[in-house]
């Protein structure tokens, strides 16, 4: 952990005293000097105002009378509510641009990449939610990425809050998407085949639209039924394209499109316990709703699937 600078800590007082309405005039004019420099503070601020928030609901919200025990559950109660409501972000830089990471008590709750810094994030249009900046926080997140960015790690093993899910039916599409390997890629009409709802197919491209974390549900491995990659977090294919190629997924680029090339994957059938050659039987007919792909037998061999004892991907793997 860093040192807190001795100005930070020397005008923490005068922050609070700022938050709460209740500081001088020589003492709001420290503070705001102070923040227009200092970006952890300027967080703080925030965090403290929007405590401040919290604690003038509670103030006006009408105290339960009679039973003190009832009186107790039902204050802990709100204050559980309004500890909910706080969520932590920060802006930061990366190699797949600008990108917010927020977090509340509970695990990490949006990845949002923005088109610019300081671009209007969905935080602000969401209700019920106190947005607070606080890089310090976030920025252990953010150190996580990096390293998942430069090839450091295969998977962020973060505790995920999916409040800004949109629906049940989101839900669990977002829950069979964790689940898809790394180097592994599989198709929106297959996973409507895992849920169950195989004619729900459009229905699963748009839940991933609004994936509220990608990357840590890496809904970047869910490609079209042609193999073209389609629809990730609105228009941003290039991004899709970077980070399936980081996971040594080989796509083809040509007029415009993106499309995985099958024939450098090995495959397997969904349900089967082993992965074969991309020619083996009648996998290079079959329809990608039926198939899972990997980009290498070890990313295959990590899952727990066996080479198949017809095709021996382990006898005759696929050129490097």
């Given at each position: 952990?860093?040192?807190?600078?001795p100005a930070?800590r020397k005008?923490?007082t005068?922050?609070?005293?700022v938050?709460a309405?209740?500081a001088?005039?020589a003492?709001?004019?420290?503070?705001?000097a102070?923040?227009a420099v200092?970006?952890?503070?300027?967080g703080?601020?925030s965090?403290?105002?929007?405590?401040?928030?919290?604690?003038?609901d509670?103030?006006?919200?009408p105290?339960p009378?009679?039973?003190?025990?009832?009186a107790?559950?039902e204050?802990e109660s709100r204050?559980?509510?309004?500890?909910?409501?706080?969520?932590v972000?920060?802006?930061?830089?990366s190699?797949?641009g600008?990108?917010?990471l927020?977090?509340?008590e509970?695990?990490?709750s949006?990845?949002?990449?923005?088109?610019r810094?300081?671009?209007?994030s969905?935080l602000?249009?969401?209700?019920g939610?106190?947005?607070v900046?606080?890089?310090r926080?976030?920025?252990p997140l953010?150190?996580d990425?990096?390293d998942?960015?430069r090839?450091r790690?295969?998977?962020?093993?973060?505790?995920?809050d999916?409040?800004l899910a949109?629906?049940d039916f989101?839900?669990?599409?977002?829950?069979?998407t964790?689940?898809?390997?790394?180097?592994?890629v599989?198709?929106?009409a297959?996973?409507?085949r895992?849920?169950?709802?195989?004619s729900?197919t459009?229905?699963?491209?748009?839940?991933l639209?609004w994936?509220p974390?990608?990357i840590?549900?890496?809904?970047?491995r869910?490609i079209?039924?042609s193999g073209?990659l389609?629809g990730?977090?609105?228009?941003k294919v290039?991004l899709?394209?970077?980070?399936l190629?980081?996971?040594?997924?080989?796509v083809?680029?040509?007029r415009g499109?993106?499309r995985?090339?099958?024939?450098?994957m090995?495959?397997?059938?969904w349900g089967?316990?082993?992965?074969c050659l991309p020619s083996?039987g009648s996998?290079?007919?079959?329809?990608?709703?039926?198939?899972e792909?990997?980009a290498?037998r070890?990313r295959?061999?990590?899952?727990?699937?066996a080479p198949?004892t017809?095709?021996?991907?382990?006898?005759?793997?696929l050129p490097a």
């Amino acid at each position: 952990m860093s040192p807190i600078h001795p100005a930070c800590r020397k005008i923490e007082t005068d922050l609070v005293a700022v938050a709460a309405g209740e500081a001088a005039a020589a003492e709001a004019h420290r503070v705001q000097a102070h923040v227009a420099v200092c970006a952890s503070c300027r967080g703080d601020l925030s965090r403290y105002r929007a405590v401040e928030v919290m604690l003038g609901d509670l103030r006006e919200s009408p105290s339960p009378a009679g039973d003190v025990t009832l009186a107790r559950a039902e204050l802990e109660s709100r204050l559980a509510d309004l500890r909910r409501r706080l969520l932590v972000f920060g802006v930061f830089a990366s190699p797949l641009g600008p990108i917010l990471l927020a977090r509340s008590e509970e695990g990490v709750s949006l990845v949002q990449y923005l088109d610019r810094a300081g671009a209007a994030s969905r935080l602000a249009a969401l209700p019920g939610i106190e947005a607070v900046e606080d890089l310090r926080e976030t920025e252990p997140l953010y150190r996580d990425l990096l390293d998942y960015l430069r090839g450091r790690r295969t998977r962020l093993d973060w505790p995920l809050d999916l409040r800004l899910a949109r629906s049940d039916f989101q839900r669990r599409v977002l829950e069979v998407t964790a689940g898809l390997p790394y180097g592994a890629v599989a198709s929106y009409a297959g996973l409507a085949r895992q849920i169950g709802a195989p004619s729900a197919t459009r229905a699963v491209a748009q839940a991933l639209r609004w994936n509220p974390v990608p990357i840590a549900i890496p809904c970047h491995r869910v490609i079209g039924s042609s193999g073209d990659l389609t629809g990730y977090a609105g228009n941003k294919v290039a991004l899709k394209h970077r980070l399936l190629a980081l996971e040594g997924v080989h796509v083809l680029a040509t007029r415009g499109t993106h499309r995985v090339d099958r024939r450098t994957m090995y495959a397997r059938q969904w349900g089967d316990a082993e992965y074969c050659l991309p020619s083996c039987g009648s996998l290079s007919r079959r329809s990608l709703a039926e198939l899972e792909l990997f980009a290498s037998r070890e990313r295959a061999e990590s899952t727990g699937l066996a080479p198949c004892t017809s095709c021996r991907p382990d006898l005759h793997p696929l050129p490097a």
